[in-house]
């Protein structure tokens, strides 16, 4: 049985990994013209997620590319007192089981892991699929496949292709994001240095083995703006007007968006589809069903959907009309809880009022400084996120020996 998966990033690479190892015959097609090494951002694994990955044996790899960010020190706008806290103490209390990675790192880890046993086809992008199976592509002639999955993130084009415009799916929760490469000229080294004021936050880290750094920003808006996907001038711009005057460090920040060799700026949406399949065809990770970049734990959520959806497909013997509902209901609760989620951390994340600037500061620095037992106790009680991330229960699908 042929299956043709689309984006080579996390879920595709997880879910290649999985088919191949159920007995199913794997081809990626990957927009890039080879797999993704500049940018990118810390991503989290969760428990479930880390279990998948130890499944796969790539978790002393996860491990070895660990970012490493261990502290944090908070800057109220407005107060010139820093806050320092202890990062570890707060990963350790939200899951028992976690760590933070490059999203580009992992891509590498994942797609190592099956690079012999799938056809990966990179530069290459779908242009049409029909009912039977058969896939039109840009430059390759076409083909004919059993399966067709969409992991081709949050701007899916196969799930443009088969369910239609996205603004049809897509629901703004009224934040932006933005991130940028950037010289670690200040040395950061397991640190992430973050200034937080009202409907704003900026951040930059460095990863333990990378040279460079990375400034992360998020900011309110309660209407989308005005700004086309592909309109780079125009988000630069956009980003310097939401930023200005909150510190010296963020306008150093800023200063590089002329000279950043990488840059990523998009809304913060969540994708509301009543089902991810269609015939022949389903979609997986950020294409299906992305809580919102950043901020809801959506790169854990495409590993153990990539997961599931190989699960379900072996156990239902390729019959796609007993797999792909099975792989919906096993999914959906993951998935409306994220949403959840990832509501109530924006709204830590970029506080609506000074109360909230003041609570994310004060609230990260005591739980940091409670003794673990406590300080995970009451991480607990107030994190919804972290309660979901630690009980998403995954099935087992061992694959033959
Ligand atoms: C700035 C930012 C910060 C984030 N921070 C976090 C975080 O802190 N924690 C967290 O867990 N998650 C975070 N995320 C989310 C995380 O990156 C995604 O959830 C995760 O990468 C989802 O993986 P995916 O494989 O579903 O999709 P993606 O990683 O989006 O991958 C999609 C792949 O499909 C490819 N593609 C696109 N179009 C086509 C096409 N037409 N044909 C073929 N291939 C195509 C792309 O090139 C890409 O390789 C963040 C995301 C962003 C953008």
Redo the contacts with the bound molecule.
């Keep these: 049985m042929r299956i043709l998966v ?7 690479p997880v879910l290649a990994y999985w088919l191949t190892r159920h007995g199913f015959e794997v081809t990626v ?4 013209s080879v797999l ?1 090494k500049t940018g990118g ?4 694994l969760f428990r479930p997620a880390m279990d998948i990955s130890e499944k796969m044996g790539v978790l002393p790899r996860v491990e070895e590319r660990a970012t490493g960010t261990s502290r944090m020190t908070v800057y109220r706008e407005g107060s010139r007192r820093p806050v320092g806290v202890d990062l570890s103490k707060i990963f350790g209390a939200t899951s028992d089981r976690h760590f933070e990675v490059m ?1 580009d790192d992992l891509s590498e880890i994942f797609y190592d892991a099956a690079r012999d046993d799938v056809e990966y086809v990179f530069g290459d ?2 242009t049409a699929i029909s009912p039977d199976g058969e896939v039109r592509f840009e430059n390759a002639a076409p083909r004919r496949f059993d399966l067709v999955v969409g ?4 701007h899916s ?1 196969v799930r443009r292709l088969v369910f239609g415009e996205e603004s049809r799916f897509s629901s703004f929760i009224g934040a932006y ?1 933005g ?1 940028l490469t950037l010289p670690n000229a200040s040395g950061l080294d397991g640190e992430l240095l973050m200034h937080v004021g009202v409907g704003r936050t900026a951040g930059m880290y460095g990863a333990r083995h990378l040279g460079e750094a990375r400034a992360l920003f998020l900011f309110r808006s309660e209407r989308e703006l005005d700004c086309h996907h592909h309109d780079v001038p125009r988000q630069k711009e956009l980003l310097r007007g939401a930023f200005d005057g909150m510190h010296p460090d963020v306008d150093r920040w800023l200063d590089e968006l002329d000279r950043t060799p990488a840059f ?1 700026f ?1 809304s913060i949406t969540q994708l509301r589809m009543d089902t991810w399949s269609r015939g022949r065809v389903t979609l997986v ?3 299906g069903y ?1 809580p919102g ?2 901020v809801g ?4 959520l ?1 590993v153990v959907g990539a997961y599931v959806l190989a699960g379900e497909l072996a156990r239902a013997g390729g019959d796609h009309e007993r797999a792909f509902p099975a792989y919906e209901r096993a999914m959906a609760e993951h998935v409306r809880g994220s949403r959840a989620a990832a509501l109530s951390v924006a709204k830590t994340l970029i506080p609506t009022s000074r109360l909230g600037v003041s609570g994310l500061a004060q609230g990260a620095r005591l739980i940091s400084a409670l003794p673990a037992g406590p300080g995970r106790a009451l991480l607990r009680l107030t994190s919804k996120s972290a309660r979901l991330h630690n009980s998403m229960t995954v099935d087992d699908y061992p694959p033959p020996p």
């Design positions: 689309s984006g080579a990033s996390v879920a595709g097609v990957e927009r890039a993704r951002h810390a991503v989290d999203r992008s779908i992991a081709d993130g949050l084009n994001l991130v990523y998009d990770g950020d294409a992305c970049p950043a734990g959506s790169t854990s495409a």
